[in-house]
């Protein structure tokens, strides 16, 4: 089974701090994403990576920068949080590019964010 | 661009009844996959089943199943035979080819009551 990994379920920061949200898949996957979740809003797609030290804008990439130095870990970086960035970040990997393998998306548990 | 509607924000059902949640989407896309994901409240997302556009033949996985009228933009989920780990957020997502990413639907709240 794939798994995707996130390392912290639940974080609190303050209002300017640099954050760091990490996240690893062992499955060997080329694509990987982060994502924000907030209520009646579903999920956002923030940036993403079809590979190693190359990265896409998603939808919502304002006040958010990406990092991927290895196949298998995406970091997430808010260079300076907000409090309209206290949400919850969900990390996904899929296997290409191409069709349904690229469609398919495997997700992490999430990481809490709340930002004061 | 690709949109997906969920207009039922919270929904709730007996166990062992069945229930069906509702999708609309819109895309330019030819060819596109839909999906629908679950997210108990541990929050880790699981794909419950997935329909490939070109397949005219209603995917099914055990207790859940869908109801796909392409010309209609719907895709629409039914849970038999509910159970309390039914409960749960879900989300209808589509991709499609040019756009290389999912598009989430906002989310179905179903809480499955004894």
């Known amino acids: 089974d794939v798994k995707v990994t996130q390392s912290s379920r639940y974080l609190v920061k303050r209002t300017g701090e640099k954050v760091f949200l990490e996240c690893v898949q062992d499955m060997d996957h080329e694509n990987m994403f982060w994502y924000r979740q907030d209520p009646g809003l579903g999920l956002r797609l923030i940036y993403f990576s079809y590979d190693v030290k190359m990265k896409e804008k998603g939808d919502i990439p304002e006040g958010y920068s990406v990092s991927r130095e290895k196949k298998e870990r995406f970091s997430l970086i808010l260079e300076s949080a907000s409090t309209n960035q206290t949400s919850m970040y969900l990390c996904a990997s899929s296997l290409t590019s191409l069709g349904l393998a690229g469609a398919e998306q495997y997700f992490g548990p999430g990481t809490r964010l709340t930002v004061t | ?114």
């Open chain 2, 1 to 114: 661009a690709q949109t997906v509607t969920q207009s039922q924000p919270e929904m709730s059902v007996q166990e062992a009844e069945t229930v069906t949640l509702s999708c609309t989407y819109d895309t330019s896309e030819s060819n596109y996959y839909l999906f629908w994901y679950k997210q108990p409240p541990s929050r880790q997302m699981i794909l419950v089943i997935r329909q490939e556009a070109y397949k005219q033949q209603n995917a099914t996985e055990n207790r859940f199943s869908v109801n796909f009228q392409k010309a209609a933009k719907s895709f629409s989920l039914k849970i038999s035979d509910s159970q309390l780990g039914d409960t749960a957020m879900y989300f209808c997502a589509i991709f499609g080819g040019s756009a290389r990413q999912l598009t989430f639907g906002s989310g179905t709240q179903l809480t499955v009551l004894p």
